[in-house]
């Protein structure tokens, strides 16, 4: 009955490729102008017949096989809470402790521990492992998840038995600007002290939320300025003379009774203004190596008192708020490869992918600076660096100069990066909605005030992003960028597209072009938008030599081998065994980031899943009457030169999930996944 069953599924296939043919054809020519790929006649196939729309329903498989698509079931925070809670006390969920050492009385919570010790239920339900070997075999030491590590069959000492002792220290030894626990609880506490932000927004204005605080506070800093013109030495640099001492004790005083309620650093929208106390300032930077110290808020200046230590020591080699330009870290981006930082699949295991394929630059995922403040743990892994991102950046993103330039200076202090962006072309409601990304476009005032309270504040070089404008037809950037120079940015990086458009129609290359020439020597212009080849990239090039190089990003996530046919001047027709090694690498990068336990590969299914829901638009060199490919056409449905290739080409997440079960074995019952991003969404009339 099977077989039989099969040979009418495929007669009705060859059949329906016969009518494929026997339809008029269209000329490239023509395809190309409808954003179609013209894909060789040959390769066409009928498209799918599927039961309503994939990108609206959610593809649920389980072990037994595809199921029907269902509606996701949405639930309450609490709902989803006390399922976290009693998922945490089954048996699967062993106390990671206990699962390194192999022993129950190794954990130093003992019965309060909120995971299970029962070693002996672990094991009867552990799923079996999983083809392959542990992805830290190749390191110093045991595997650092033990019994838990779903390649536990392969953790052999030399007598053939499995070692559990754990390894001393993090397992990821390859990756920096790890979370602090004791940063974490002076940011939950809001005890956190940020002196260079504090004195910044001083110098600026910026501290005070009146006006009348704010241009006092510019008076007497130009005032003490001009009686301390003594001491500035000829790089216009202040210099640290015997008589500073009660300055610096009186301007940590100042910074302490002028410092905003700390509860405000945690709301992304600010509360109603209100008066603050005039205090004569003494804005005198302080020196190197600096413990603050806190005085009693009722006592002036003058008055001494009882001092508390506080424990965060300024850390800072320069003897004055305004760094000469010499003395600011200098970066190139000039004909480098840079990946743009994206947002879900930019993760740390997918940039490893690119570094390999020939990226100079990368950058990591935007990071909201309310939830950084906060000392949210989910939000500072965005901020984590592998060792092979030898040119690195971050990303962070917020609405107001205060909450971003005491993130950065949170993020010079704790974390080793070459760059700072701040993101001011979001388009995302979310954020837009709180005054950031696009929204700043419509306030280039406070634009200028975030960038310049960034920049005085770290000696990291300071970049930016932005799009032409909020409003389709109304672009902004170009009256502004021929003063952006006197900011204080490094780079700026123009997306060429409104926040309207989001990612609909190409982009506007010819006013990038008119941008990059009107900007100043001493701020850099990166262009982004379609680039999907190396033609498109020596056509931006040699088109406009102002330009210091084009960000790839959707490009990058289509084929990450983007970067290899740059540096090698070629169109690449890549085979479905070579894009498969690609993905393998990813999974065995994203194991040793996530983990190689239930919970870790689980995590990497889900993100490359989301990885092939773009991987899935490329058509093969070999395949096209017409190249390049260009970003916006949509691939036909296709036959592959063989099935992986077929398969690769799938648009269903069906069969995204039989790719990830290739690589991480069956998916766990009832498994859901929808992909997170619809990229080429036009925003509704009233938004403009």
Same mark, same amino acid.
């Given at each position: ?559 990450? @081998? ?9 169109? @690449? ?37 989301? @990885? ?77």
């Amino acid at each position: 009955m099977e077989d039989s069953e099969g040979l009418d599924s495929t007669s009705k296939d060859v059949a329906a490729a016969e009518a494929v043919l026997t339809v008029p054809a269209q000329s490239a020519e023509e395809l190309v102008a409808k954003s179609i790929a013209p894909v060789k006649r040959e390769y066409l196939r009928p498209p799918p017949v599927r039961n309503g729309d994939n990108k609206a329903e959610e593809k649920v498989v389980s072990n037994d096989g595809p199921s029907a698509p269902i509606l996701k079931e949405k639930k309450s925070k609490r709902q989803l809470k006390r399922e976290r809670r009693e998922e945490q006390k089954s048996a699967l969920h062993i106390c990671p402790a206990v699962a390194k050492s192999g022993e129950a009385s190794s954990c130093a919570y003992n019965e309060n521990c909120r995971f299970s010790h029962d070693l002996e239920a672990f094991k009867a339900q552990k799923p079996d492992d999983l083809d392959g070997t542990c992805p830290f075999l190749s390191r110093e030491g045991p595997c650092p998840y033990g019994l838990a590590c779903r390649f536990a069959g392969t953790h052999k000492d030399d007598n053939g038995e499995v070692a559990n002792r754990t390894i001393n220290g993090d397992n990821r030894n390859n990756e920096m600007n790890m979370l602090i626990k004791d940063v974490q609880k002076l940011l939950w506490k809001n005890k956190m002290k940020f002196p260079k932000a504090d004195a910044a927004l001083t110098l600026l204005g910026l501290q005070g939320n009146g006006k009348k605080n704010r241009t006092g506070n510019n008076d007497i800093a130009d005032q003490i300025v001009a009686n301390d013109s003594e001491n500035v030495n000829g790089n216009g640099c202040c210099t640290a003379t015997a008589d500073s001492s009660n300055n610096l004790d009186c301007y940590a005083q100042v910074l302490e009774e002028a410092k905003p309620d700390e509860a405000d650093v945690a709301d992304e929208v600010r509360p109603p203004k209100r008066t603050k106390p005039s205090v004569e300032t003494c804005p005198v930077p302080p020196t190197d190596g600096l413990i603050l110290l806190e005085k009693d808020m009722d006592k002036s200046c003058k008055q001494s008192g009882p001092e508390t230590i506080i424990e965060n020591i300024v850390e800072d080699n320069d003897k004055c708020l305004n760094l000469h330009p010499r003395e600011k870290k200098i970066i190139d981006f000039r004909d480098k490869l840079y990946l743009a930082p994206l947002t879900t699949v930019g993760n740390l295991p997918y940039r490893r992918v690119c570094k390999v394929l020939g990226a100079d630059v990368t950058c990591g995922e935007m990071a909201m600076c309310t939830n950084l403040l906060q000392g949210q743990a989910s939000e500072w892994a965005l901020l984590r660096r592998h060792s092979s991102e030898d040119f690195f950046g971050v990303q962070i993103c917020g609405a107001y100069p205060d909450t971003v330039a005491r993130t950065v200076e949170l993020i010079e202090q704790h974390c080793t990066v070459d760059f700072i962006d701040i993101n001011m072309g979001c388009p995302i409601d979310i954020v837009v909605n709180k005054g950031a990304g696009s929204a700043l476009l419509t306030k280039p005032m406070r634009m200028k005030s975030v960038v310049e309270a960034s920049s005085k504040t770290v000696s990291t070089p300071i970049t930016f992003k932005v799009r032409m404008g909020y409003f389709e037809g109304k672009n902004r950037i170009d009256s502004l960028i021929a003063n952006m120079g006197d900011w204080g940015g490094s780079a700026i990086t123009i997306h060429g597209r409104t926040r309207q458009q989001r990612y609909s129609k190409l982009a506007d290359w010819d006013y990038i072009y008119q941008c990059a020439r009107a900007a100043p020597s001493n701020l850099q212009v990166v262009g982004n938008g379609d680039v999907f080849s190396y033609m498109d990239w020596n056509t931006h090039k040699s088109d406009c030599p102002e330009l210091s190089t084009c960000m790839i990003a959707r490009g990058a996530l289509v084929k990450p @081998w983007i970067f290899t046919e740059i540096k090698e001047q070629r169109h @690449w027709d890549i085979s479905s065994g070579e894009r498969f090694n690609i993905l393998k690498d990813y999974v065995r990068f994203g194991l040793e980031h996530w983990g190689s336990d239930s919970k870790g590969v689980e995590t990497t299914r889900h993100f490359l899943l989301e @990885w092939l829901s773009y991987t899935c638009r490329y058509v093969p060199v070999g395949l096209l009457d017409v190249i390049p490919q260009r970003i916006n056409w949509r691939p036909p449905s296709y036959y592959g030169r063989d099935d992986l290739e077929t398969l690769m080409a799938s648009d269903s997440a069906a069969d995204w999930i039989r790719i990830s079960e290739m690589l991480l074995g069956k998916v766990p019952s009832g498994f859901t996944f929808s992909p997170k991003h619809k990229s080429n969404a036009y925003d509704r009339a009233e938004n403009g």
